[in-house]
């Protein structure tokens, strides 16, 4: 069990990483823009790849955003639950949760294949293949669901989930 535990969390950490390379690279083409256009030249689909990008980062960064505690969890209503009906709510919650991201990477795939399989492109200048910046979206939905089944079973055998909190959140109203 060690070693799925720190298979996870490999698989989140290199999800959050991937997702701040998505944020470089935004950076980049937004800098090489600039410079294009300060020098007269075209790039042709800069905008389109900096949003390929933008979804990139929002995806991949889901699951690490979720097991450090910096998705918005109204936890009002937790806090003011005993422990029995504390713990039933967080598996109702992580359980609906974590089916409706299996759910969205179902049909998120079913999307990607079609696009794929009709050979779509952009209608931008880039003309890229739409099958590429939308199977980030079903890697990200996926690494998602998966991080929100491990949250449920942990809760269910241990007791608790794996989120932990920002001392910064601790601060806003708790």
Not at 71 to 87: E, M
Not at 107 to 130: G, I
Not at 137 to 152: R, S
């Amino acid at each position: 069990m060690k070693a799925l535990r720190k298979s996870l969390d490999a698989l989140y950490l290199i999800s959050g990483a991937l997702a701040a390379m998505c944020l470089v690279a935004i950076l980049l083409l937004i800098v090489v823009q600039m410079v294009a256009r300060w020098t007269g030249e075209v790039f042709p689909g800069a905008a389109s790849y900096a949003g390929y990008a933008m979804a990139g980062a929002s995806f991949l960064a889901f699951a690490n955003a979720l097991n450090r505690g910096s998705h918005i969890r109204v936890s009002i209503l937790l806090n003011a639950l005993p422990d029995g009906p504390k713990r039933l709510l967080d598996i109702w919650c992580f359980g609906l949760a974590a089916a409706i991201a299996w759910y969205f990477t179902y049909y998120a795939y079913w999307f990607v294949y079609w696009s794929w399989k009709f050979n779509e492109v952009s209608q931008a200048q880039d003309a890229t293949a739409l099958w590429i910046p939308q199977s980030v979206m079903v890697v990200g939905g996926a690494i998602l669901a998966i991080a929100l089944t491990d949250n449920l079973l942990t809760l269910i055998v241990k007791g608790e989930h794996r989120l932990t909190r920002d001392i910064v959140d601790q601060s806003f109203g708790e």
